[in-house]
């Protein structure tokens, strides 16, 4: 037999010369040279699978060569490279995740979603820079980076939202507070026009602070108890404060004869026209009444009739009148 290598069929001759072919079981190798024996008689070791070369034969090439003991490393019969995935997860995507949640609960709160924004802008830098780790494949954590950046957005958009409704809210309330303001001036200077008391003397009838008042009637009258002459002042008035008043609790009406006031009569047989309870009797608030007061007379001298703030401050007038009896 000539030692160069010879041509070998796909199959292979059983050793004991039964004449029964093999196949055989096992990842593939590098075809170079296959389909040749080694000089010498040396064959490949092919009658058992667990060998440290072991192949599934090729059937164009089904033998290596002795001592090519190169494995595929893909399983694929080729020499493409085998990836490893990333072992570490994204440290920004974490971060963006943590950052968005966090803006997107305070971003609904006025005032402290201004924090939310800070947030929400340094969640999405970081998110984005997650992403490109995760799509280059340096790191693990897609879907959490994914979620981290949208959600950084979403507080960034709440937040200017929010904002956005309380800025028009304030404008809103300050307009109306503005314009009520003014209206209550408008209103509360027309009523100090309309309502402000004239000062000094009014003849007969005019306005005090509290009251408008009308000397209405000044006549001669019965004697008192004591038998003394008197005159009866008959008062119209109206309540003008915001609460039940009477006449003597707001009012102060009082007579005069030669610059001396006069005592207020006591009778002892009510005369006509007069009602000793009218000065007490109260009205509510805007409403209209009489009172009669009966004053003592020391002659036949013009008697001055005087009203006036019971409780005044800063405050000169009274109504008046001069009557010849």
Same mark, same amino acid.
């Given at each position: 037999?000539?030692?160069?290598?010879?041509?070998?069929?796909?199959?292979?001759?059983?050793?004991?010369?039964?004449?029964?072919?093999?196949?055989?079981?096992?990842?593939?190798?590098?075809?170079?040279?296959? %389909?040749?024996?080694?000089?010498?008689? $040396?064959?490949?070791?092919?009658?058992?699978?667990?060998?440290?070369?072991?192949?599934?034969? =090729?059937?164009?090439? @089904?033998?290596?060569?002795?001592?090519? =003991?190169?494995?595929?490393?893909?399983?694929?019969?080729?020499?493409?490279? #085998?990836?490893? *995935?990333?072992?570490?997860?994204?440290?920004?995507?974490?971060?963006?995740?943590?950052?968005?949640?966090?803006?997107?609960?305070?971003?609904?709160? @006025?005032?402290? =979603?201004?924090?939310?924004?800070?947030? %929400?802008?340094? !969640?999405?830098?970081?998110?984005?820079?997650? &992403?490109?780790?995760?799509?280059?494949?340096?790191?693990?954590?897609?879907?959490?980076?994914?979620? !981290?950046?949208?959600?950084?957005? #979403?507080?960034?958009?709440?937040?200017?939202?929010?904002?956005?409704?309380?800025?028009?809210?304030?404008?809103?309330?300050?307009?109306?507070?503005?314009?009520?303001?003014?209206?209550?001036?408008?209103?509360?200077?027309?009523?100090?026009?309309? +309502?402000?008391?004239?000062? !000094?003397?009014?003849? +007969?009838? %005019?306005? &005090?602070?509290?009251?408008?008042? *009308?000397?209405?009637?000044?006549?001669?009258?019965? $004697?008192?108890?004591?038998?003394?002459? +008197?005159? &009866?002042?008959?008062?119209?008035?109206?309540?003008?404060?915001?609460?039940?008043?009477?006449?003597?609790?707001?009012? $102060?009406?009082?007579?005069?004869?030669?610059?001396?006031?006069?005592?207020?009569?006591?009778?002892?047989?009510?005369?006509? %026209?007069?009602?000793?309870?009218?000065?007490?009797?109260?009205?509510?608030?805007?409403?209209?009444?009489?009172? +009669?007061?009966?004053?003592?007379?020391?002659?036949?001298?013009?008697?001055?009739?005087?009203?006036?703030?019971?409780?005044? #401050?800063?405050?000169?007038?009274?109504?008046?009148?001069?009557?010849?009896?």
């Amino acid at each position: 037999m000539s030692d160069s290598p010879k041509p070998f069929n796909s199959g292979y001759q059983n050793p004991k010369g039964s004449g029964d072919n093999v196949s055989y079981d096992g990842p593939s190798v590098s075809s170079q040279g296959a %389909g040749y024996i080694q000089s010498g008689g $040396n064959r490949a070791n092919m009658t058992n699978p667990a060998a440290e070369h072991s192949y599934v034969p =090729n059937p164009e090439n @089904p033998f290596p060569v002795a001592g090519n =003991n190169q494995q595929y490393p893909n399983g694929k019969g080729d020499h493409s490279t #085998v990836h490893n *995935k990333p072992e570490h997860l994204s440290a920004c995507g974490v971060t963006a995740l943590v950052l968005g949640i966090v803006g997107t609960v305070l971003s609904f709160i @006025p005032i402290i =979603n201004n924090l939310a924004a800070v947030l %929400g802008v340094i !969640g999405l830098v970081l998110g984005i820079i997650g &992403l490109i780790g995760v799509f280059r494949g340096k790191k693990r954590g897609k879907a959490l980076t994914i979620a !981290g950046t949208i959600l950084s957005v #979403v507080a960034i958009v709440v937040t200017l939202a929010m904002q956005s409704a309380t800025g028009k809210a304030i404008d809103s309330a300050s307009k109306g507070l503005s314009s009520s303001s003014s209206q209550t001036q408008s209103s509360g200077k027309q009523n100090s026009k309309q +309502t402000k008391p004239a000062t !000094g003397k009014q003849d +007969t009838e %005019g306005d &005090l602070s509290n009251a408008h008042v *009308k000397i209405a009637s000044v006549i001669r009258s019965s $004697n008192d108890y004591n038998n003394a002459q +008197t005159v &009866l002042v008959t008062y119209q008035w109206t309540n003008k404060t915001d609460k039940n008043q009477a006449f003597q609790t707001l009012l $102060n009406a009082k007579a005069f004869q030669n610059g001396q006031e006069l005592d207020t009569a006591i009778y002892s047989q009510p005369p006509q %026209g007069y009602d000793a309870q009218s000065g007490l009797s109260q009205l509510q608030p805007n409403a209209q009444g009489t009172a +009669t007061i009966g004053y003592v007379l020391k002659d036949d001298s013009p008697v001055t009739v005087e009203v006036s703030d019971l409780f005044a #401050v800063n405050s000169n007038a009274k109504v008046t009148h001069v009557y010849n009896l």
